[in-house]
Structures are given as C-alpha cells and as structure tokens.
C-alpha cells in the first residue's frame, strides 16, 4: 500500500532528529505501508499545488496534506522586513488564498480513492499570540487570522470528505509556554516541549503529530 506526505516541515523528518524520525515516517512505520515523500520545508500553499499535487501517483491508500502555516509566516514577515507592521487585509487575502489551493487539491486527491488526512495549523505562541521574545515581529490580529485559517481547513475537509488531525489542539501548550522554541535539540530533556527552530516539530512534535493523525483516521 502506498502512502503520500503532501505539504510542509510539519511531515519531513529533519527538525525530528533525521532519517526515518518525522511524523509521515513515523506513521508509515506504525501502519506498515510505503512512503512517498513530498513535502518539502517551507513549502506554501502554492508549493503543494504546483509542485508536489500531479506527483501523486497510481491509487495510494493514505494521504496527509499540511499547508497553510508558511503562507502566515511569509505575510507575517514581509513587512518586516522593511520595517512594517504586519498587515493583516494582507493576512486575510493570505487565507483565501490558500482556501483556493484547498479547493484545487482536495479533489484531486479525493479522486485517488485514498484517505486524505489534513491538518490544522498550529499555534507556537500558545494562545498568547507573541513570539517577540524571539525576534518574531508581534502581530495583532494574528490568533483571529490563524483561527479564520483552520475553520477553513475544517471546512475545505467537510466538503470533500477529508478527515481532519487538530493539530492546532494538540499542541497548545507545547509550545513558547513549555519551554525556549529557539533550540535545535530534536530531543530536548523536557518532553512537553514539542517545538523547536521557533516553529518546527522536534522529535516529540512528531510523535504528537503521528498521533493526532492516527487519531483523525480512526474517527
């Protein structure tokens, strides 16, 4: 049976320590069927649909799509990077963007026969919705901006029969509030602390999303 990992970091295995480690390898393992990766770090929206979408081959069994999250984080930064404000109309096209790549790739790959899982986007600020402590730019309105972006996961999944791991859930408290998001340990001594490089999931962050998956096929 064949298995694909479509989206961004949240599925590959190098912030979880290496080779055989991240979540989409770690749920290959535990059901005993074959990987195909092609999600890619940092990856958008955009990225998925035109990259990785038509490699999809044949009739696979499962399929995991994460998108969404980098598309924020590239809106988040821009004007920062020229001493902006973040600018949140900008967010808000950001997300609609994004529910139109939804819409273009959830067919297709519910035209596989397989069973498609998406995911929610965390949130590494765990609720508070500030990681300038960081070196993140602050950005009010951002928790409403990501709360509009996983409604519309949700959604995009009821329309086209997908199921859906809330991941944005699982890992509250998990993230700034359990510990410092900046190391790169992929195994640190504290396994509350799920993150690592400000936004990735380390070792534990994997195993959490291969259980919140899990979870969403046996629902």
């Keep these: 049976m064949a298995y694909y990992a479509l989206g961004d970091s949240i599925s590959i295995d190098d912030y979880a320590g290496g080779p055989g480690l991240g979540a989409a390898s770690l749920l290959a393992d535990d059901l005993g069927i ?8 940092g990856a958008t929206s955009d990225d998925v649909v035109r990259y990785q979408l038509d490699k999809v081959e044949g009739r696979p069994a499962l399929i995991t799509l994460t998108m969404g999250g980098n598309d924020l984080l590239t809106t988040l930064f821009a004007p920062a990077k020229v001493g902006l404000p973040p600018d949140l ?5 950001t997300v609609a963007q994004v ?12 035209a596989t026969g397989a069973r498609v899982v998406l995911s929610t986007v965390y949130d590494p600020t765990d609720g508070t919705g500030d990681l300038s402590w960081v070196g993140l730019p602050a950005w009010e309105g951002g928790l409403e ?33 359990a510990g410092d998001v900046t190391g790169a340990e992929p195994r640190p001594d504290n396994r509350d602390l799920w993150l690592c490089g400000h936004i990735e999931p380390n070792a534990w962050g994997a195993g959490a999303v291969r259980d919140t998956w899990r979870a969403a096929l046996r629902g």
Excluded at 145 to 170: E, F, Q, T, W
């Design 145 to 177: 901006v990501l709360a509009a972006l996983n409604a519309m996961i949700r959604d995009a999944a009821a329309r086209h029969g997908a199921a859906v791991a809330d991941l944005h859930a699982a890992f509250l408290g998990h993230g700034a509030e």
């Design 34 to 41: 074959d990987l195909t990766m092609l999600a890619r770090d």
């Design 99 to 110: 529910a139109t790549n939804y819409a273009i790739a959830l067919p297709a790959l519910t």
């Design 89 to 93: 109309d900008a967010a808000h096209r």
